[in-house]
């Protein structure tokens, strides 16, 4: 059985980096042909795909945040994290790290139905 276990700050302040962890058991993050994603939900409105890594290394952002999110990963330590910089109180989410399990193409790794297990999420709050 898969387990992702997200990890980091519960508060950021504003124009700080959001950095966040999530830790693998029960199957290796280079497993073909899985990918490994981030999703938020803000208070009050739905999920957004942020960004993913795929088994191999390489990596997919929304585009709206691309200019300040980063996703990267240990091996050694089956974790992969999330970078998000100069957060807003906009960044303001539950956010969640998955394993994605459909195609290896930008239409799967945002459609949210691909994705087979899931972390049980973190709050983080941006505020000063």
């Known amino acids: 059985q898969v387990q992702l276990h997200e990890s980091g700050p519960g508060l950021v302040k504003p124009s700080q980096t959001l950095s966040l962890t999530c830790t693998v058991s029960?199957?290796?993050?280079?497993?073909?042909?899985?990918?490994w994603g981030w999703i938020r939900q803000p208070p009050g409105k739905g999920l957004e795909w942020m960004g993913a890594?795929?088994?191999?290394?390489?990596?997919y952002y929304r585009p709206s945040l691309k200019s300040r999110t980063s996703i990267s990963r240990d091996t050694s330590k089956n974790q992969f994290t999330l970078q998000l910089s100069s957060v807003t109180p906009e960044d303001t989410a539950v956010y969640y790290c998955?394993?994605?399990?459909?195609?290896?193409?930008?239409?799967?790794?945002?459609?949210?139905?691909?994705?087979?297990?899931w972390g049980q999420g973190t709050q983080v709050t941006v505020s000063s």
């Open positions: 998955a394993r994605g399990s459909g195609l290896l193409t930008i239409a799967s790794m945002t459609t949210l139905d691909d994705y087979d297990y």
């Open positions: 029960g199957g290796s993050i280079t497993t073909r042909y899985y990918y």
């Open positions: 890594i795929t088994y191999s290394g390489s990596t």
